[in-house]
């Protein structure tokens, strides 16, 4: 049974979520409805055919399970609140194992000449966790020269052990603020110089860009400020973050091609995100973000994804854990590879690892001759 004049609001998951003023006494037309301490209730929720009530703030649930606590994505929660809890299980299924997927590629670029520059960039939503899930291995199948990631919250000095990768010169940068974004760069080749941040003390607080310098390119990785709930980083993130990161990147390319990777967090096109209807107003998908993006872009900068495949549809790199969305595929395109118009030529591939799990984002991948 649902009341009446009921408007169902649809989230970024892909859920429906119903909302509702009622007065205490409606909750016993509910079967389960439970109406001990009920007296400060302002709503209920109604979300496959189960209920959850309220107290002040509407909370978000996930299907067939209610949370206890408003729903955040995992990239504005700090690491340690969920320090000593193991790892959630997916609900949607053993993903395939990495042994039984082709990490190989005959990637070459448009005049004929193979790829022999592979780059992964990973936001791996807090590497004590990812680590624990044993998902650093993939590394081993994917074999890249430059490993990227994002979203590490954590210090060097408490690093897991087996973020000792063999074979590779590693790089971190991390926030002040503990368990907090953070970011990590490996290479095979030792890089010529390496850097932290743009150099600007307002930005550069939360461990957010690590810059390495190579023979003919820079690769950058970053973990773009997320507006926020409620947007409250919104202004920040448009009027100084993306001018001043624009900025930092162009005069990069001045010197050499810039190969930026990471999770930008921001879903360009409608074609990158499964709900843009529904999202117009949300975090990632603003106006104000997707028209910074484009202004990356109009600088001499290309979305190596989008190039090649210019109209896949249904192509994501991050889906949050309510309402089982990754099984669904309700997902947003947050995590790219931009490189400079300069290495246009030069791109062979770029591919988005879906498969490969361990995060709330997947890996994506980036093959050039260089």
């Known amino acids: 049974m649902e009341p009446p004049h009921l408007r169902p609001t649809l989230t970024p998951s892909g859920a429906f979520e119903y909302y509702y003023p009622l007065p205490c006494s409606f909750l016993s037309t509910f079967e389960g409805a439970k109406l001990a301490s009920c ?3 302002k709503a209920i ?4 055919k189960e209920i959850v009530a309220t107290r002040g703030v509407l909370r978000r649930v996930c299907c067939l399970r209610f949370l206890s606590m408003a729903s955040k994505r995992k990239s504005d929660v700090p690491d340690a609140e969920n320090e000593g809890t193991p790892p959630k299980k997916m609900s949607q299924g053993a993903p395939p194992a990495l042994e039984d997927q082709d990490f190989s590629s005959s990637a070459k670029t448009a005049d004929g000449k193979p790829w022999n520059l592979k780059i992964v960039s990973w936001n791996i939503n807090g590497i004590r966790a990812w680590v624990k899930k044993n998902s650093h291995v993939y ?12 979203e590490t919250k954590c210090d060097e000095a408490n690093l897991p052990k087996e973020m000792k990768l063999d074979g590779y ?73 993306d001018p001043d990161f624009r900025e930092y990147l162009r005069k990069l390319d001045d010197k050499k091609p810039v190969i930026l990777c990471g999770d930008l967090n921001v879903a360009h096109k409608e074609i990158d995100i499964a709900n843009p209807k529904s999202n117009k107003k949300n975090a990632g998908f603003t106006q104000e973000e997707r028209d910074g993006f484009s202004k990356l872009l109009e600088g001499g900068f290309i979305d190596s994804f989008r190039s090649l495949h210019p109209d896949e549809a249904k192509a994501y790199t991050f889906w949050t854990a309510m309402g089982n ?3 669904k ?9 931009v490189i400079s118009n300069k290495l246009k030529d030069n791109l062979c591939d770029s591919v988005i690892r879906k498969d490969v799990y361990g995060s709330d984002h997947c890996p994506v991948t980036c093959l050039l001759n260089v």
């Not at 947007?231 to 973050?241: F, P």
């Open 39 to 41: 007296s400060s209730i």
């Open 45 to 48: 929720c109604i979300h496959s």
């Open 139 to 150: 590394f081993k199948y994917e074999d890249p020269d430059i490993i990227c990631l994002q």
């Open 169 to 241: 010169h590693a790089h971190w940068s991390s926030a002040e603020k503990k368990g907090y974004s953070g970011t990590g760069l490996f290479s095979k080749v030792k890089p010529l110089q390496v850097t932290y941040g743009l150099g600007e003390e307002k930005h550069d607080k939360e461990g957010r860009v690590i810059t390495a310098e190579f023979d003919k390119f820079y690769v950058v990785t970053s973990y773009v400020p997320n507006a926020g709930r409620g947007l409250v980083r919104l202004d920040y993130r448009s009027t100084e973050w």
């Open 325 to 327: 969305c990754r099984a």
């Open 329 to 337: 595929n309700v997902g947003w395109r947050l995590d790219y590879f």
